[in-house]
């Protein structure tokens, strides 16, 4: 089955510094690379997604790339804040994301 | 806006007792999960659901079952709870076909005593 690593598990960065969080994937047929913010207390939400028919996306500060050849999805974000400071999990898809695989998460902070 | 509600947000049982979490997404999703949440595990799956009676095994579906037989809710069951199924329970719904954001519910805090 498919299976999805995720790297730093931790990554501290000053506020207005980028950082970027890596995942590779397993399994070739997946399609779908999303990604969730988790806030401290509350529940994960999708901040950015990406198909594998496209290389990048942005959506402000934040982008999302992926390298179909090596299997792997990184995610990018600019001019970082402290509201920035969550986890964040990636996740690998087959289909229509009837069973998505999540990494284990970055825990990032935003120093001020 | 969507809105998936978990019944509990902290729930305390004992070893052996039979445990119940529900799940209520108020969209007409077609698909409903249901993952645990552990420190350095990140979010595993246990079990889906794609239609109504309908379900599929996660990862992870050992010593759990589940019940769908109304679209909007979801159960999740523990038949004999045990100390190591003490973890968060978020349960999430997405509409299906080519629209998978997952939407997920506050979670439930449970502990196995």
């Known amino acids: 089955g498919e299976n999805v690593e995720q790297h730093p598990s931790t990554l501290s960065v000053q506020e207005g510094d980028s950082a970027v969080i890596k995942c590779t994937y397993s399994?070739?047929?997946?399609?779908?690379f999303p990604w969730y913010k988790q806030e401290l207390g509350k529940r994960p939400q999708l901040i950015i997604d990406?198909?594998?028919?496209?290389g990048e996306k942005k959506d402000q500060r934040i982008a999302v790339t992926l390298n179909k050849t090596a299997k792997h999805f990184s995610l990018h974000i600019t001019e970082t804040q402290p509201e920035d400071s969550a986890v964040y999990f990636c996740a690998a898809s087959i289909g229509y994301g009837q069973n998505f695989v999540f990494g284990p998460g970055t825990r990032l902070s935003v120093l001020p | 806006d969507v809105k998936v509600t978990q019944s509990s947000r902290y729930l305390v049982k004992r070893t052996g007792e039979k445990v119940f979490l529900e799940c209520v997404q108020d969209?007409?999703?077609?698909?409903m999960f249901w993952y645990r949440q552990d420190p350095g595990l990140g979010l595993r799956l246990i079990y889906f659901?794609?239609?109504?009676?309908?379900?599929e095994k996660g990862d992870i579906p050992e010593g759990y079952s589940v019940s769908r037989e109304k679209k909007e809710r979801f159960s999740l069951i523990l038949e004999s709870a045990s100390t190591n199924q003490t973890s968060m329970y978020l349960c999430?719904?997405?509409?299906?076909?080519?629209?998978?954001?997952?939407?997920f519910g506050p979670g439930t805090r449970l502990l196995v005593l």
């Open positions: 999430a719904s997405s509409f299906g076909a080519e629209q998978e954001t997952q939407y």
């Open positions: 990406i198909r594998s028919n496209v």
């Open positions: 969209m007409d999703h077609e698909n």
């Open positions: 399994d070739s047929a997946s399609n779908y």
């Open positions: 659901s794609y239609d109504v009676k309908m379900k």
